[in-house]
């Protein structure tokens, strides 16, 4: 019999684990990219791929990223719509953290000859955010000025 290891594999969960924000007072973009979704469609069986990016302006708590990989993980063996399993990724992330800005976009891989996107969004209650600031354009200097 093979001894158990001090830190086991890794293993699927639905638990989002968080940690405190290191700066509330900031507004500021933590983007997740999960570029290897897999569940599987209900209706077929057959596996679904999808690219994930995550932006999300924290409040109080931030996503602990090991358990977030877990999380992803849990729907392998899943069968769900696009649509439904992009919302319900949205909704056990603000359930969890809270944010004050969290927009999902799952990037559907082609099936049956189309691509689906789904973006789903949450902005907490009261929750505006700055002014967006655009800076002039440069061009590219190579350090060579004059050639």
């Known amino acids: 019999m093979r001894e158990v290891p001090p830190n086991p594999p890794s293993k699927p969960s639905k638990d989002i684990l968080v940690f405190p924000n290191p700066n509330p007072e900031r507004d500021y973009v ?25 932006d999300m302006i924290a409040d109080e708590l931030c996503v602990e990223l090991k358990s977030l990989k877990m999380y992803f993980w849990s729907y392998r063996d899943e069968g769900s719509f696009h649509e439904k399993v992009t919302n319900k990724i949205l909704d056990d992330i603000v359930k969890v953290t809270d944010p004050r800005f969290i927009r999902i976009s799952a990037k559907w891989y082609v099936r049956g000859g189309i691509y689906t996107n789904v973006v789903a969004e949450h902005r907490k209650a009261g929750w505006t955010p700055a002014p967006r600031v655009d800076l002039p354009a440069h061009g590219f200097e190579s350090g060579m000025l004059g050639r």
């Open 30 to 54: 933590i983007q997740f990219q999960v570029p290897e979704f897999t569940c599987h469609c209900p209706l077929t069986g057959q596996p679904d791929f999808a690219h994930f990016t995550i």
